[in-house]
């Protein structure tokens, strides 16, 4: 079996090396060739990998390359190692094919910055970090690239670092993320413990290893929970969940290509990954899975609910991007690992789409966000607005799109854990099935407001270049409109395919990808069971009622600008994000700086007065002779010091003897 | 003794090179101090290779007599503990003194400036080359002569008081550890009937009875504790890393911070195993509080370079953390955290230099989007910035990785609280250079003026400073890449640390084991 791993890091690793010395220097075109042309490469590899793959029976699936021996301290060795395996497969396959897509769209988005070769060079960065995150055969190198990332969502995020705005996102995404690389880092100490200092994935995790050695046997049942914990504060601090997503919404500061590829399709969907990768670690705790999917459950519907009153297109996805997020979760909970891992895949496509189409409309007015000021862009944006729609149907969930078999998988997988689990996994079926209404709702509100109707904002700037502007007549306030070219367009319409038909990956009765995961992965639930079936109908109708009401309230595209007067405070709650926010600020940030000012004042500053106030008169006489110091002051001292070492030293001697 | 003395010439190149750098013209001096410094890391640089990486125990050891009947000999060699040490030296006070180009320029007074930072770096590399408890100290104590000097008469505007404050603590601690020097040796040889002798590898033999070891441990730690900054000892670091001219701040926190763990390792831990363990609770409580509550201050600090102040501070906390967690991982980390926190830290002060001298304050709230103009200070900010929060992958991870690892594995609530400063570390150091080269411009003050070019052009990094900063970039990636080329050579050094800290009671008294 082939293992091309480590050129698919390499791809992007060059990429990012040349575009970040030599990019400054070099045409637009050249950038964009190598920046596009190192991620399609990964692409090809990955495919090639995957092929090779399918070709060897299943259980001899995995495949380990080490490069080099990183570090050795006692019985401490790690070496940098690379892991090709089912899941390893599938997710590099997301990461490099979407990302190349999203590269693409980005010669069209940033065709006119000044930092185009830094932006290429930056998403070539989180593409080699993201890659190493998912190809990594230890714990440890695990980390790396998941810090590897959290420093390209830093970059990236900040890309426009001269808005103050900007900065801020960036440092609150990096600061969040490494509480979870907090987490990770007490993970790895405690399974150092707990496995003699192995960290790699065949040891701790079986893979690829014939006789795998059952966590239970190895440490206590405490210990395995508080690494699967601590394992998952890691992963809810890298995919958003509660209460560590508060970086998500803000991070939309960046380019909207960014949030398409990190903040959407890839690296927030890391926590998902770490989870099914460690599958065995949270299964061997099993009160660990109840911990996620509480957490999961309740950001779901969090972020639904926030999602239905916000007026920026950006923050809509972007607690979309966290409800889903929590779904996959909620499947992985359940115990429905592959199918956390589908709805990733899909979630991949749609979610991507999501931010390119609202993207295109950003694109086309000129920098406008507020949906408020949008609207009637149906005609004039055709192309846009019709795969917004396909990538709206799959987000809810609607026959045949891809979202409406990866997501009724985790409904299903839910339902099934509740049928031996008792009342709390209904209690969570039930959530997954509310915020499928909201989720209906919520899309199709962005939809209705954004593009039916009349427009609403005021008249478009005429187009920068004058190339592909709109025409049409004097006095039209969309005469300015920019619309997006080729570049923009090209990826959307192979991502709005992938929206449609990505469901084929895992349809009941042919189960490609659940049994392809299924060494790396397992899944909950028969497709083709009659429980699945009542959940996928049950999902669809929910879906449905959310849509009917969006169209209800905004088919007309009715602005949303009434809301506060009709639904008063319910509303202000939400938009104030349930005062999550305030509350790390109040009761966090605020109370951090306080102490640190209190130690300033009542510690610090005592103990560097100590020096002069302790040893009182000594200084206040060397003071005065400051002026003489370089001369009297060190001679007598060493002087001094000397003497009084000859005298002791006889003394010690004569007594000694 | 017919072998090259190599280890002599290490120490006395700097010391020699010094008096001339007096005797030269001005304009030569600056041209001087470079080239001694880059032969002696030339010939620091050149042992890596020659030394066996796999044997324990000293090498190129070199004896001469002198005051035999005190015990005092001339000896010195070298291992794998100090191997990296003497490189570390040499590089950063090469790098200082390439970036002293401002100081270079300031007249008659260049000659002993220049002397003084190539005494101060023999002194140091004396220090991780003594195998005499009594050279030792001596060594110890001249370094304290020319880094007083450095800061007292080439400072900033409170220089007297930071250089007083600086000679007080440090004489406190050197006059504890001079009694302990003695002690040592008077209780040893006492105890095992031999003559007075401070050679290293005899007391080491011999063993120091368990009795002892308490007194004699705080003793020694009184220096160390002082001289790495532990809190609350800490009080002449900030005055003096603010106040010295940021050159000397780099070696002073650089290297000669690291004298100090280089002596807890030498000296303290296989010497006193016994006390070590005794005293882990307090010890170990106190580089907890001194990491969490230094990241706390460098969290608020207006002033930049008293912010390097603190998270130098800080991460030398983790250091001295790694070291009590007496286990391979911890002291394994400790040591390549040595030489990690040495270049870091120095091309941070080198960079508040680079920063200071373009636009005159050290103010953080007068700053904003310097990046604009200064696009390679800027990278080279941003690189260095996260290495020193612990960016995995760059080279401090993977010695504060050993030592919260080492530490957890011995209590996982000392482990555990250490490893949260990785959070405030992320903090201010974003909170630094996001400060300084992000944001919004400042539409007044002195970065505005230098925005607008009313001060001359605002030019991005200088030759001097390219030539200093590209080495420990390089190594900032090159360490954290490959740290086994560290971790491969100090493996030896470290076994034989820990096997020595595992004899609870010392083989001279004799036990009858268990």
């Given at each position: 079996m082939l293992n091309l791993t480590p050129f698919i890091l390499l791809a992007p690793l060059v990429g990012f090396v040349a575009l970040g010395l030599f990019g400054r220097a070099l045409p637009r075109a050249v950038i964009a060739v190598i920046g596009c042309g190192v991620v399609l490469i990964g692409f090809a590899l990955a495919v090639a990998d995957l092929i090779s793959m399918l070709g060897v029976a299943p259980a001899q699936r995995v495949s380990d390359v080490t490069l080099w021996t990183w570090i050795t301290a006692g019985t401490f060795h790690v070496p940098f190692g690379l892991l090709s395996d089912p899941l390893s497969a599938v997710m590099l396959l997301v990461v490099t094919g979407v990302g190349f897509l999203i590269h693409v769209y980005s010669i069209g988005y940033m065709e006119g910055d000044p930092g185009f070769w830094r932006f290429f060079a930056f998403l070539n960065f989180f593409v080699f970090a993201m890659t190493l995150l998912v190809a990594a055969d230890n714990f440890l190198f695990l980390l790396v690239g998941w810090a590897g990332v959290g420093l390209a969502s830093f970059l990236l995020i900040g890309f426009?670092?001269?808005r103050a705005s900007a900065a801020a996102a960036a440092r609150k995404a990096f600061v969040v993320n490494v509480i979870g690389d907090f987490g990770l880092l007490i993970a790895i100490f405690l399974l150092f413990g707990a496995y003699h200092g192995a960290l790699d994935y065949r040891t701790v995790l079986g893979i690829g290893s014939a006789q795998a050695v059952a966590p239970t046997s190895v440490a206590p049942g405490g210990v395995l929970l508080a690494i699967a914990l601590t394992l998952f504060v890691a992963a809810a601090a890298k995919s958003a969940q509660l209460p560590l997503h508060v970086w998500l919404p803000d991070a939309m500061e960046g380019p909207t290509p960014v949030s398409a590829l990190i903040h959407a399709a890839t690296m927030v969907t890391a926590g998902v990954y770490l989870v099914a990768r460690a599958h065995s670690l949270f299964t061997a705790a099993p009160t660990s899975l109840v911990v996620v999917a509480v957490v999961a459950g309740a950001t779901a519907f969090f972020a639904a609910t926030i999602a239905c009153v916000q007026n920026d297109i950006k923050r809509i996805l972007a607690y979309s991007t966290m409800s889903q997020l929590g779904y996959m979760f909620m499947g992985e909970a359940a115990g429905g690992f592959s199918s956390g891992i589908f709805h990733l895949v899909t979630h991949a496509f749609f979610k991507a789409l999501l931010f390119m189409c609202a993207g295109a409309v950003i694109h086309a007015l000129g920098g406008e966000q507020d949906i408020r000021k949008m609207g009637g862009l149906r005609e004039r944006l055709a192309g846009t607005f019709w795969l917004f729609v396909v990538s709206g149907l799959a987000l809810a969930a609607i026959f045949p799109f891809a979202g409406f078999w990866s997501k009724d998988a985790i409904l299903g997988a839910i339902l099934q854990r509740a049928t031996t689990g008792g009342a709390g996994w209904y209690a969570l079926y039930a959530v997954g099935l509310l915020t499928a209404g909201l989720t209906g709702f919520y899309i199709f509100r962005l939809i209705f407001v954004t593009f039916f109707g009349a427009y609403r904002g005021a008249p478009v700037a005429a187009a920068h270049g004058g190339g592909h502007a709109a025409g049409g007549r004097a006095g039209d306030p969309l005469a300015g409109l920019h619309l997006p070219g080729l570049a923009l367009m090209a990826p959307m319409w192979v991502l709005g395919a992938l929206s449609l038909v990505g469901g084929a990956l895992d349809l009941p009765g042919s189960q490609l990808l659940s049994d392809f995961l299924a060494p790396a992965a397992p899944s909950a639930i028969e497709l083709t069971s009659a429980l699945f079936w009542v959940s996928l109908a049950a999902g669809l109708i929910c879906a449905l009622v959310g849509i009917a009401i969006a169209w209800s309230r905004y088919g007309q595209g009715q602005a949303p600008a009434g809301d506060e007067a009709r639904v008063g405070a319910l509303v202000v709650f939400l938009r104030r994000r349930w005062f999550v926010d305030d509350l790390y600020e109040g009761a966090i940030v605020r109370p951090i700086l306080a102490l640190s000012r209190g130690l300033r004042f009542g510690v610090e500053d005592d103990t560097l007065e100590a020096g002069s106030r302790g040893l009182g008169d000594a200084v206040g006489s060397l003071s005065a002779g400051l002026r003489g110091l370089q001369t009297g002051f060190l001679r007598n001292y060493t002087l001094t010091l000397f003497l009084g070492a000859v005298v002791i030293l006889v003394y010690f001697i004569a007594v000694s003897q | 003794m017919t072998q090259f003395p190599i280890l002599s010439v290490i120490v006395f190149l700097p010391i020699v090179g010094a008096l001339i750098a007096l005797a030269l013209p001005r304009r030569a001096a600056w041209g001087w101090g470079i080239l001694v410094a880059l032969v002696d890391l030339a010939l620091a640089l050149a042992l890596i290779p020659l030394t066996q990486s796999g044997g324990a125990g000293y090498q190129f050891v070199e004896h001469a007599r002198w005051l035999p009947e005190l015990g005092i000999g001339y000896a010195l060699g070298v291992d794998g503990l100090s191997l990296f040490l003497l490189s570390l030296n040499g590089l950063i006070t090469l790098v200082a003194l390439i970036a002293s180009w401002p100081q270079a320029q300031s007249g008659d007074r260049v000659r002993g400036y220049i002397a003084l930072m190539l005494l101060l770096a023999g002194a140091m590399q004396g220090v991780f080359l003594a195998t005499n408890v009594f050279l030792f100290y001596i060594f110890w104590e001249l370094m304290l002569v020319p880094a007083y000097l450095l800061v007292g008469m080439f400072g900033g505007p409170r220089r007297a008081y930071a250089a007083i404050k600086f000679v007080l603590y440090t004489a406190v601690g050197s006059l504890l550890m001079l009694i302990g020097v003695i002690w040592l040796g008077v209780v040893v040889s006492s105890n095992a009937g031999v003559s007075f002798t401070l050679d290293l590898p005899t007391l080491l033999r011999l063993g120091v009875p368990v009795s002892a070891q308490g007194i004699l441990f705080l003793a020694f730690m009184a220096a160390f504790a002082v001289k790495s900054g532990l809190f609350p000892f800490h009080g002449w670091a900030p005055d003096a890393y603010v106040e010295a001219p940021a050159p000397v701040t780099a070696v002073v926190a650089g290297v000669m911070a690291k004298t100090a763990i280089y002596g807890m390792l030498r000296i303290v831990a296989p010497l006193f195993p016994v006390a070590m363990r005794t005293y882990f609770p307090l010890i170990g409580t106190l580089a907890v509080i001194g990491i969490l509550y230094f990241a706390l201050q460098a969290l608020i600090s207006t002033d930049f370079k008293r912010l390097l102040a603190y998270v130098s501070l800080s991460h030398m906390g983790v250091i001295v953390l790694g070291v009590f967690a007496l286990n391979a991982q911890g002291i394994q980390g400790a040591i390549i955290q040595m030489v990690n926190h040495g270049i870091i830290i120095a091309a941070l002060f080198l960079i508040a230099a680079a920063i200071e001298a373009r636009i005159g304050v050290r103010r953080l709230a007068e700053f904003g989007a310097l990046a604009t103009r200064l696009p390679w200070l800027a990278t080279a900010f941003l690189i260095t910035a996260l290495a020193a929060l612990g960016?995995?992958?760059?080279?401090?991870f993977a010695g504060e990785f050993l030592a919260f690892l080492g530490a957890f594995h011995v209590n996982w609530v000392y482990g555990g609280l250490a490893t949260l400063v990785v959070i405030p570390a992320a903090w201010y150091m974003l909170r630094f250079f996001q400060g300084v080269m992000e944001g919004a411009a400042p539409e007044s003050g002195p970065v505005a003026k230098a925005l607008a070019g009313a001060s001359g052009k605002l030019a991005d990094l200088r030759w001097q400073e390219w030539l200093a900063l590209i080495p420990l970039i390089a190594l900032i990636f090159y360490l954290g890449i490959f740290p086994a080329t560290l971790t491969g050579r100090t493996e030896a050094a470290t076994q034989q640390i820990v096997t020595a800290t595992q004899q609870v009671t010392p083989p001279a008294i004799g036990t009858t084991g268990g």
């Open positions: 426009w670092y001269t | 960016l995995p992958g760059l080279n401090s």
